[in-house]
Structures are given as C-alpha cells and as structure tokens.
C-alpha cells in the first residue's frame, strides 16, 4: 500500500496580520491518504507497445493519520479530514494582483482615474459591503459573496473536494453572466472547458483533477519484446514523445558563475 502525507498551515491571528503584525502560523498534520493506482483502457499497440490510463485514487486513512502523529491544534483529538483550518485567501491576493497589472486606461468620470482603480472599487463593494455580499444575493435568490482576507475551509475540501472563498463565488457569477451573453449571440462555447484543473466542478481545491481520474495520466510504453534494453520505457505520455517544457525549471547561472566563469555553477529559478 502507498500512501502520501499532507501538511496544512492554519493561520492563527489574522486580525494582527490586518494591521501589519508578523503571521503565526501553526502546521497541522500530516493528514495520510491511500494512495490507489489501477491501470485502466489498456490496449497492445504493435508488438512491442502497450497503451493506457493510469487511474489514480486518493483515500483518507484516519488510523494511519492517527500512527502518523497528525496534529490539528486540538488536544486529545484525533485528526480528520473535516478538520477546520484558517488560510489566507490566495484567490482574492491573485485577484487584486491581476487587477492592478491591468493597463492604467484613462477614464473620464471621477473618482476613477483609471480602469483598474474602477475594478477594484467595484470588487471592493461586491466583496466587503453588507447590502451586497449579503441582503442582495440572498433576496435574489443568490448564494452570498462576502469575503475577507482569510477564511475557514476543511482540510478534505481544501486539499481534494473543493470550496469556494467569496471571490470564487464572484467569479462563477460573472462567468454565468458572460455565458448568457455567449448564448444569446448564438455561440455555443463551453467556459468551464478552458478553466484548470484545481476549478473543476466551479469550486476551488488544490489537488482537484488528480484524484478519482486518469485524467492526463494516458501512457505508452515499451514492453521489452524486440528490444529488451526498452522493457517499460515511456514512449509516449499523453499523446506527446517528448515533455512540455513547463515540466522543467528554468536553470540560470549564478551571478558567481558569470564573474568567475567557472562552468556549471547553476541555481534553480
């Protein structure tokens, strides 16, 4: 049996943090799950290929959990995967990023100066003021938005199952809006095909897309029968005889190798 141990880190004063304090943290775990493997379609390709899926699965183990020494800020407890963390919403960082990156387009109505002082104005009252993240949705039938910069999610939703922080439920609004626009133009595209993984299913989950699939696992391998030097080499993965680059780090030379010219004096960016 495999298994893989995971870590989470619960944010313990988010108020200080709020007002320029230094973060304390505190890591819970390791939460252990069985770790499934099963190959799946498989199919000879040839005489010496063999083509399939690699199915994987990921199932939470309390007791091995338990043998692990797991801790979840809760004496006397035992750990488990509903247990409750308190993490920095990412999302709504990455957001706010995304936001000011944006061209500084001139607008002409004040107090917008520019495009992305508009946008995060507009973020800002959908997020965080009361009438809209809470009465409006609610009366129109809505789930509520509310945010802040941290929240409480389970460990299980967070690493697997998936959840969804007030500016994800924002974005899904947005992206249904645009979807009936689409549709009414009388184009028949599918937005949540050309969202990632960790969005599928509309909710937000680290490891989302690599638990209970074989999604992005299809391999084609050498069995060894004309040349036995090949037995079980990789041929193919995913349709593709070579890796995409994004599998490799960028390697760059220290600012010491170029002074000194020594070669192969590399650190990883």
């Known amino acids: 049996m495999v298994y893989s141990k995971y870590y ?23 939460y252990v799950y069985q770790e499934y493997r099963k190959k799946q379609d498989i199919a000879r390709i040839g005489n010496e290929k063999i083509f399939y899926g690699q199915y994987i699965e990921y199932i939470f183990d309390e007791e091995e959990t338990w043998k692990s020494g797991c801790y979840n800020g809760k004496e ?48 800002d009252i959908l997020l965080f003021d009361p009438f809209w993240c809470e009465k409006q949705p609610q ?30 439920k924002l974005f899904f609004s947005v992206l249904d809006s645009f979807e009936q626009i689409i549709a009414e133009l009388g184009i028949d595209i599918k937005l949540d095909d050309f969202l990632p993984m960790q969005l599928s299913g ?13 999604l992005g696992n299809y391999r084609m391998i050498n069995n060894g029968n004309l040349v036995h030097e090949k037995y079980l080499n990789i041929e193919e993965l995913n349709g593709n005889s070579e890796l995409p680059e994004s599998w490799w780090p960028h390697i760059a030379p220290t600012p010491s190798a170029k002074d000194s010219g020594i070669k192969g004096n590399y650190s990883f960016k």
């Not at 706010?96 to 990156?101: G, H, V």
Request: proline fraction near 10%; aromatic fraction near 8%; include cysteine.
């Open 139 to 168: 009366r129109r039938n809505q789930t509520p938005h509310g945010d802040d910069l941290f929240y409480n999610a389970a460990v299980d939703d967070l690493l697997w199952q998936g959840h969804n922080p007030g500016i994800m």
């Open 76 to 123: 006397g407890e035992p750990c488990s995967k509903s247990d409750t963390v308190q993490v920095i919403n990412a999302p709504l960082i990455i957001a706010n990023e995304i936001i000011q990156s944006l061209p500084k387009i001139p607008l002409k109505f004040k107090p917008f100066t520019t495009l992305p002082s508009f946008l995060l104005e507009v973020m």
């Open 8 to 30: 989470v880190f619960n944010v313990e004063n988010p108020e200080d943090i709020k007002k320029g304090g230094k973060p304390n943290v505190t890591q819970f775990g390791p």
């Open 202 to 214: 509309r909710t937000l989950g680290f490891y989302k897309g690599k638990n209970q699939t074989k």
